[in-house]
């Protein structure tokens, strides 16, 4: 058994307005391991997210990532770990053009600017995305943002790669080019969903999130296998229209 | 959007896309500085500078009716913001104009700004036509302006795209139920879309402020090596930096 390499312990977290957001979320990671983060709108799933990264301070409890403690002088390192991939490709695409966007993280590294470019190129070219350097986001299409999204994270070589709905608003050949292409990745892989196939696709591990507190932790097969039990999470297998 | 083709000569292999962008923002520079240095009524010095801002743009492929035609628009911001120049500056009557008096100084005035306006509109109209925004910005880094207004300037462009973007999908969204009626409503609406694309796009600051924290931002914009300035677009800077100093310093040298 590998050791754990994210550790969440009691995490709480209340928006400013007093909502509770999380409500003492424990769980462990371990190296190479495939967790799919599932639950209803509102869940808490974005909002635990964002604690990987130290984007947002707990109430109580914390996070470890490897064997630093989320936080203080640890962020640095912590985010050259932690991957992040948000929900919306346009919120992290924020440069003139996609080389720039992917050098970023490289270069608040402290890399030298000609070591970030290359790995930048590199990476563009395993996406696929090889001679789209040059263009702004805006010319890019809905599943090149995606993936240029990955490759703004995946160029700073994280171990742990962490996505928040990375098949979002994509049409099918797209979901199955991300999915494809995560398949193959080695990192340790945390990914909140609604898209059960994808879930299904990526991951062997289960973790469903209700009202900020964790309602199921397990193998996915056996989640997935009752109807009845993820109705209880407000998930759903297959689409029912109620009336 | 037609805002989105602004560069359009950006790709076709000319004499001034082979120029480094350095050199080309450098060029708009000494025009506009030659330009503003010329002193009221230096009628040829301005047709000269226009005419190096012509010969420029047949240098990039662009007909001198393109040039026109991109350059109406700043111009016709110069010519509403000068155009009170007529009337109010005292002088001798020129003309009327029902109750305005048209005054010879007044005339002297608007036609030195018009004069001095047109070279630096068409420089800044060839160097947006020929160069993409990013090696603008590149350019801007090159000739040393402060990285806070580079980084403004790149994060600005990208955000811009958004808006529009955003404001787009408000008008589809109110014309798909039918949005219209008279002008009062109209003026509501529109009312509407820009609070609420300024709600969303401060939505949308905090949360890419995040993702760029997340990959290690803290606090200064990194950048990769600007374009250098090679000795062919040097000497092209140069040479045009001379003829804009020959032309400033002949209007007020008297031959």
Known sequence: MSAPVLQVRD????????????????????????????????????????????????????????????????????????????????????????????AFGPLNEGLDPHEAEHRALDILSELGLAGREERPAHHLSGGERRLAALATVLVSRPSILVLDEPTGSLDAAARERVVGLLTRREETLLVATHDLPVARALCGRGIVLVEGRVAADGPLEELLASPTRLSGYGLRASFDPVG | MSFRHLDRFADQASAMTRLAPSARLGIVLVVAVAAASLPLGAWLQMGILLLLVLVLAAAAGMKPQTLALRSSGPLLFVLLASTALLFLVPGETAARLGPLTVT????????????????????????????????????????????????????????????????????????????????????????????????RTFARSERTHRAMRARGYEGRLPTLHPHPLDRRSGLVLGAVALAGLAIALSARVPL
């Open chain 1, 11 to 102: 995490l709480a977290y209340d928006y400013a307005d007093g909502t509770r957001a999380l409500a003492g979320v424990s769980f462990s990671v371990n190296a190479g391991e495939r967790v799919a983060l599932l639950g209803p709108t509102g869940a808490g799933k974005s909002t635990l997210l964002l604690h990987l990264n130290g984007l947002l301070r707990p109430r109580a409890g914390g996070v470890q990532v490897h064997d630093l403690d989320v936080g203080g002088e640890n962020l640095r390192e912590v985010r050259r770990r932690v991957g992040l991939v948000f929900q919306e490709p346009d919120d992290q695409l924020f440069l003139p053009t996609l080389l720039e966007d992917v």
């Open chain 2, 104 to 199: 010879d100084q007044g005339l002297l005035r608007f036609g030195s700004v018009l004069g001095r306006a047109l070279p630096a509109i068409g420089a800044a109209v060839l160097l947006v036509s020929t160069t993409r925004f990013p090696e603008v910005v590149e350019a801007l880094r090159a000739l040393r302006f402060p990285l806070v207004v580079t980084s403004s300037l790149g994060l600005a462009y990208r955000f811009l795209y958004l808006l529009i973007d955003e404001l787009e999908r408000l008008r589809r969204a109110a014309e798909s139920r039918n949005a219209g009626g008279g002008t009062t409503r109209r003026r509501r609406i529109s009312a509407g879309f820009a609070a609420t694309a300024v709600v």
